[in-house]
């Protein structure tokens, strides 16, 4: 034998007393003394009550032929009757959150008042300028029509003439009493 495999006997061996010592030990404690455990375990958990009347009085451990012995069926029928979660490992566990609320209602939207009206622009378009003895008329067209427009002339029921200025001609919408400009040309020198 090498060495090396002298030296590895040196630090196996003791590990192995020790573990088959160990063994040894806890075998002879369970035979004689082990049931003070699940003893211990039954007695700390609170009475359940039973349907049935065999099993009522009867413990979860028990002396058999001069030995303690622990029931499993009794302590897994008490844990049932008393809905213990936890016992059984195969339970299905729901992780997913839980739903979400839902948002609160949106207040209502005040209504949004309608665009003020305006004024269509000017049907007319420009067709000429005449001066009479100081008196300033303006002619303009609309579609097939002419029209001699004078301050204070109403055209259609839909345009009054306010001022007719040497570049522009004001009028009035009256429907909304809006007043408008009409643009006739340039000043002359």
Do not use: C, H
């Amino acid at each position: 034998m090498s060495n090396a495999a002298r030296s590895r006997w040196k630090v196996l061996l003791p590990l192995l007393l020790a573990t088959m010592a160990l063994v040894s030990w806890l075998e002879l404690s369970t035979e004689s003394g082990g049931d003070e455990v699940a003893a211990a375990v039954v007695r700390a958990r609170p009475p359940v009550p039973s349907d049935d009347r065999t099993a009522q009085g009867a413990p979860a451990v028990e002396a058999v032929d001069g030995a303690r012995e622990l029931r499993i069926e009794r302590v897994a029928r008490t844990q049932a009757e008393s809905g213990e979660q936890g016992s059984d490992p195969f339970a299905r566990i729901d992780w997913s959150p839980p739903p979400a609320k839902a948002p609160p209602p949106a207040p209502p939207a005040e209504p949004v008042p309608p665009p003020r009206p305006v004024a269509p622009p000017i049907p007319y378009t420009y067709f000429g300028m005449s001066i009479q003895d100081g008196r300033t008329v303006v002619f303009v067209t609309r579609q097939d029509r002419t029209f001699v427009l004078a301050p204070g002339e109403v055209i259609e029921s839909r345009y009054r003439v306010e001022e007719i200025r040497p570049t522009e001609v004001v009028l009035t919408y009256i429907p909304l009493n809006e007043r408008q400009v009409m643009m006739i040309g340039t000043a002359k020198p």
